[in-house]
């Protein structure tokens, strides 16, 4: 089984609807991160939680809101999801060290 | 603030070496580290430098002078498997955030 896991892996809406992406892992790892992809750029922070109680915004924050419900779960909400958020979203943990481990991706689509 | 840049895409053969440099600028940098991404995928961890000098895991090594705020990633006897986008990141603090660039297309042509 995959350490990092994302459901759902492909994701097609319309503008304003309210999407929840989730993001679980089974690493035991504190540190979770969400980044965005778009077409031939690199990956941007959005969200960041050192623990279930941290919650940090990254360099991306607008129109998403995330939850740490437990150490294994991280997720990523669009509350009102608009056209330029469709993107490759991939969840990530850490142990503190210098290395991040990356679930799959889901592949949002925005109408 | 944090920017690090990199070639967009390099092309080259089977056997060759390809070189990724990295530049970067960037308050509070602890380390630089590279990822893979096949097309599809997600990003792999390949590896870091938080001193100075030379890393080597197999036929991929990392170089880095924080003098010079440059980093490469040097792919050796390249295979058709190689071709992946490679990105490097910067660390900041140590362990807690990591900045991308854009990321290096390298095609592999038989």
């Known amino acids: 089984d995959a350490d990092v896991t994302q459901t759902p892996r492909n994701r097609i809406t319309k503008t304003g609807k309210r999407i929840m992406l989730e993001c679980s892992q089974t690493?035991?790892?504190?540190?979770m991160y969400w980044y965005r992809q778009d077409p031939g750029l690199g990956l941007r922070l959005i969200y960041y939680s050192f623990d279930v109680k941290d919650i940090n915004k990254g360099e991306i924050s607008d129109g998403y809101s995330v939850s740490r419900q437990a150490q294994a779960k991280f997720s990523l909400s669009l509350e009102s999801a608009i056209p330029n958020q469709t993107a490759l979203y991939f969840c990530?943990?850490?142990?503190?060290?210098?290395?991040?481990?990356f679930g799959p991706g889901t592949r949002l689509t925005v109408l | 603030g944090q920017s690090l840049e990199q070639p967009s895409e390099v092309t080259a053969v089977e056997g060759a070496i390809v070189q990724i440099n990295c530049t970067y600028q960037?308050?509070?940098?602890?380390?630089l580290s590279w990822y893979q991404q096949h097309d599809g995928g997600a990003p792999t961890f390949l590896s870091y430098n938080g001193l100075d000098g030379l890393e080597e895991t197999g036929r991929f090594s990392s170089f880095l002078s924080r003098s010079d705020s440059y980093g490469y990633l040097l792919l050796q006897e390249l295979q058709m498997k190689d071709s992946a986008s490679y990105f490097c990141?910067?660390?900041?603090?140590?362990?807690?955030?990591?900045?991308f660039g854009g990321g290096t297309r390298v095609l592999v042509k038989p």
């Open positions: 960037t308050s509070g940098f602890y380390g």
């Open positions: 990530a943990t850490g142990d503190g060290r210098d290395t991040q481990y």
């Open positions: 690493k035991g790892h504190d540190r």
């Open positions: 990141a910067s660390e900041f603090p140590a362990g807690n955030k990591l900045t």
